[in-house]
């Protein structure tokens, strides 16, 4: 409900004041004559202006006016009663239409302001929908992206361990192993050893003088071994000697094992492991067939 302030207050007394007085000086009676009477655009416009309390006050002032007017023409209120009492009722519908004029002004400026908020709302709604779409596509470009490097790496890993398979010898086999392992994961050396004898096999980068104590850890352990096991195994008592080492062959004549050296600290991850751990399975299934093949 819209408050009254004092300029509104003065505004509707003014706006009384000429009707009365236009009335007296120009057109005599006229408010009590006309049909439909001056005094209804005070009742109607005004609440439909201002609201509720203005409704009620136009319908007041207009119900003071026509009930001076009548007054000042010398009518009589009792015989008003008994003659025409339909003159009476006037001042009443001027309240009545007044408040009900200022209540409905009030109900649909209620309505507008209810419908604005809720406009308001959705519009929150449709913009935050918008940047979660625009949030998704983003990710959906990521991953695609992600998905498409991924793609890229099986085709080479893929690709590297085809060329495994197309060796023709077990010494063409380790060389390729080591070159493929010490391309992936960054090594400054890459060595098949056979325990055993403690004889390089196959090596690309620098040579290692001798067989690395974590190669004798991944040929008891029988699986891939890296840094961590070490640790767990032996702490820091004694180094290494390569950051990675897995077996290819657990034939007691010749056991062979692959290690990788000098691997950097940003490239010995998790991809680089399984990848190592991959091409040396492979390898080592590869060479199984070279052997089966020779005994036949």
Known sequence: MRKLDKSMVSGLAALSLAVVMLNHLIFKDAILEWNPSPLWLIVILIPLRYGSPAGIIAGVTAAVIYLTELVALGHNFQELMHMNPAMLLIPTLFIFVGIYTGETREHLGQRSEFFK??????????????????????????????????????????ADLNRLSSATSEE????????????????????????????IVAVTGAALESVPPLAHLAARKRR?????????????????????????????????????????????NRAAIVFFDMAAQWAGATAAEFRRLDSL
Request: with cysteine; net charge negative.
């Open 117 to 158: 908020n809720e406009v308001d709302r959705l519009n929150a709604v449709l913009d935050s929908n918008e940047t979660i779409r625009m949030n998704l596509e983003r990710t959906n470009l990521e991953f695609q992206k992600r998905i498409a490097g991924q793609t890229n790496t099986l085709l080479g890993v893929h």
């Open 224 to 268: 891939l071994t890296t840094l961590i096991d070490w640790v767990e195994n032996y702490g820091d008592a004694e180094k290494p000697g390569a950051e990675i080492a897995v077996i290819l062959s657990d034939d007691p004549d010749k056991k062979l094992v692959l290690t990788a050296s000098g691997v950097g600290f940003g490239n010995l």
């Open 172 to 199: 063409e086999l380790w060389q390729l192993l080591t070159d493929i392992v010490q391309r992936e994961t960054k090594a400054e050396s890459c060595v098949v050893w056979e325990i055993g004898k403690s004889v």
